[in-house]
């Protein structure tokens, strides 16, 4: 091996046009635009995005006892238990994700003379969309959850409990409460830094002259 071909971290190859007497560069060149975009595609993956999510599956979390229906009287509390987030891209003018993360909750509403629980399972739907940003950042950006971003389907054994349920307004109470806590939790340091890639700091990082 020569000192070139040392530099240039082994031998090169190229093929022969045989017909030319000539040798031809086996590299495919594209434009630079679609290089950026096929980068994009391939940093902005659904595999990626379900890896910086996943770390909520599993999570569990109690609210409560808070105080629902009219004058507040009723006691709410409840355990919330998170899935495994289900991730679907969309490739067009751009690169879009809709997640979806499954959610058991437990609730209890307590009259004081009373009490009646109500097992509820639903998810919670995120819209979150990539974009580049200077210097040379890829930012997955996230829409504030809303409460009616979180679908749930609420069950009770009882007429009495359909009927609690509805003055103490159990549903809303539910979905309000877990679209804060999940806007709590991605903008936590672990996903917010999953969510920035800064493509400048990683390039001189591994590209050391």
Known sequence: MSAYDDW???????????????????VSYV?????????????????????AFGQLAGAAFDFG??????GHLVKASAQVQLGQPRVRRGVDEYISFELSIPLSVDMLIDLAVDRHR??????????????????????ID???????????NVATATKRGQLLRILASVDHEIR??????????????????????????????????
């Open 118 to 139: 109500f097992q509820v399972e639903g998810y919670i739907h995120l819209h979150l969309t990539a974009r580049t940003a200077e210097p040379l950042r890829v930012i």
């Open 65 to 70: 006892p808070i105080g629902v229906g009219p």
């Open 31 to 51: 434009s630079y635009e679609e290089f950026g975009r096929r980068f994009l595609e391939y940093a902005a993956s659904e595999a990626r995005i379900a890896g």
């Open 176 to 209: 309000r409460f877990v679209a804060r806590y999940i806007a709590k939790e991605i903008r936590k340091p672990h996903i917010a830094a999953a969510r920035d890639i800064d493509v400048a700091a990683r390039l001189d990082a591994a590209w050391k002259l």
């Open 142 to 152: 996230i829409a504030e959850p809303r409460p009616s971003d979180v679908r749930i």
């Open 8 to 26: 240039l971290g082994g031998p090169r190859e190229f093929a022969l046009d045989e017909t030319a007497g000539q040798h031809r560069d086996p």
